[in-house]
């Protein structure tokens, strides 16, 4: 399984990003997709999942502003997010969940200026 993450960059805050997560297969083959995100001396966490049948979870700090969804067609998962803050620059990594196991792709940095 190999995951390609891009759409990173700098925004001021208060801008918008989509990151984008293509999957080496159909993304609907996998039990769900997360993108997690790693800011510098802080541990990962997870910011947005969605399963293979649509339903979405949303960290708290990010709910309302980010919207995690996919498109089989292109095999691709989006991290939609609005109104970007400085605590949201960060490294932010795909993940595919499949029977108990993921699987990670390398990260796009995402970096808010204020």
């Known amino acids: 399984v190999q995951l390609q993450a891009s759409g990173g960059g700098l925004v001021q805050a208060g801008g918008s990003l989509r990151l984008s997560c293509v999957a080496s297969g159909t993304i609907f083959s996998f039990n769900g997709m997360v993108w997690y995100r790693q800011a510098p001396g802080k541990e990962r966490e997870l910011v947005a999942d969605i399963t293979s049948s649509g339903s979405t979870f949303y960290v708290d700090s990010v709910a309302g502003r980010f919207t995690i969804s996919g498109d089989n067609a292109k095999n691709t998962v989006y991290l939609q997010m609005n109104n970007l803050k400085p605590e949201d620059t960060a490294i932010y990594h795909c993940?595919?969940?499949?029977?108990?196991?993921?699987?990670w792709g390398q990260g796009t940095l995402v970096t808010v200026s204020s």
């Open positions: 993940a595919a969940r499949r029977n108990g196991l993921v699987y």
